[in-house]
């Protein structure tokens, strides 16, 4: 199994900056995306932005220019840097790690850390 430790949420002013970060344990595959995600009270869990192993990165279009995410796979280790936010940017987050497994693909997320961008 692959458990998610997540950290870095909480409670900051429109136009600040957030971290998020997640520690990954247990047996992974070297062929991996992981990524953060996000469901704001009443919405659908949406993407955010994922990232692969060889680097590839992926985001979704309300947050490019805005918000970076990296990983350091000696580390298991994955981040979410958030600038510029604003209030619709308040949510759950969730970390994700994907992996195939008998060409199957297995989901793991962590317990979702509360980001909330005040007025």
């Known amino acids: 199994q692959v458990h998610l430790v997540e950290s870095g949420g909480g409670l900051v002013q429109t136009g600040g900056s957030l971290t998020l970060s997640c520690a990954a344990s247990g047996t992974m595959l070297s062929d991996n995306v992981k990524g953060w995600y996000r469901q704001a009270k009443g919405n659908q869990r949406e993407l955010v932005a994922t990232i692969a192993t060889d680097g590839s990165i992926n985001y979704a279009d309300f947050v490019k220019g805005r918000f970076t995410i990296y990983r350091d796979n000696a580390k298991n280790m994955v981040y979410l840097q958030m600038n510029s936010l604003k209030p619709e940017d308040t949510a759950v987050y969730y970390c994700?790690?994907?992996?195939?497994?008998?060409?199957?693909?297995?989901?793991?997320w962590g317990q979702g850390t509360q980001v909330t961008v005040s007025s």
């Open positions: 994700n790690h994907a992996q195939n497994w008998r060409g199957r693909v297995n989901n793991y």
